[in-house]
T-cell receptor, first 114, second 114 residues
Framework: DGGITQSPKYLFRKEGQNVTLSCEQNLNHDAMYWYRQDPGQGLRLIYYSQIVNDFQKGDIAEGYSVSREKKESFPLTVTSAQKNPTAFYLC?????????????FGQGTRLTVV | AQSVAQPEDQVNVAEGNPLTVKCTYSVSGNPYLFWYVQYPNRGLQFLLKYITGDNLVKGSYGFEAEFNKSQTSFHLKKPSALVSDSALYFCAVRPGSAGNMLTFGGGTRLMVKP
């Protein structure tokens, strides 16, 4: 099946720890994105990448880091510098072009600080 | 910078009645517009998009949306609501130039009552 896979579905983090959320896609998409969703709020862009080994900060990048070593993978690390990391994290991917430009989303990872 | 507004946090409608979920946008140039639906603890599912052409776009599950350039709106509609349509709906915009990321509205919760 083609698609975008996030893991784990649920993640618990102790204060002061870094954690990494996985996002893998086999859609051959160039662009990948990380969004954060808080209860009752929309999606806010954390980071995005349009090509391997390159990525840009979104609206709320502080306290997060990413890498794009492979086209298929775009892991997100939530660092101890992120003061309020409890949220639902969504990864997405899309092609870059003028047609078929919708983004495809993974099923999300719910991160809870304990 | 682009932006999306969904003026209603929640829309309530009786089953069988028509529904409308509102969306207005601001973007430079021609917009690509999208609607997504989210069920609890799940990722976003693509419903429909406007790229160019006919202003009335038909999508999944009987949903449609009307693009109105003069009013910069892209309202989601369905002639007859189902209880199973109850979910969180997001409108998103992307500039008509390749490579730019989606900007989402804050979401509208649709409640369809039997």
């Amino acid at each position: 099946d083609g698609g975008i896979t996030q893991s784990p579905k649920y993640l618990f983090r102790k204060e002061g720890q870094n954690v990494t959320l996985s996002c893998e896609q086999n859609l051959n998409h160039d662009a990948m994105y990380w969004y954060r969703q808080d209860p009752g709020q929309g999606l806010r862009l954390i980071y995005y990448s349009q090509i391997v080994n390159d990525f840009q900060k979104g609206d709320i990048a502080e306290g997060y880091s990413v890498s794009r070593e492979k086209k298929e993978s775009f892991p997100l690390t939530v660092t101890s510098a992120q003061k309020n990391p409890t949220a639902f994290y969504l990864c997405a991917s899309s092609i870059i072009g003028t047609e078929n430009t919708e983004a495809f989303f993974g099923q999300g990872t719910r991160l809870t600080v304990v | 910078a682009q932006s999306v507004a969904q003026p209603e946090d929640q829309v309530n409608v009786a089953e069988g009645n028509p529904l409308t979920v509102k969306c207005t946008y601001s973007v430079s140039g021609n917009p690509y517009l999208f609607w997504y639906v989210q069920y609890p603890n799940r990722g976003l599912q693509f419903l429909l998009k406007y790229i160019t052409g006919d202003n009335l776009v038909k999508g999944s599950y009987g949903f449609e949306a009307e693009f109105n350039k003069s009013q910069t709106s892209f309202h989601l509609k369905k002639p007859s609501a189902l209880v199973s349509d109850s979910a969180l709906y997001f409108c998103a915009v992307r500039p008509g130039s390749a490579g730019n990321m989606l900007t989402f509205g804050g979401g509208t919760r649709l409640m369809v009552k039997p």
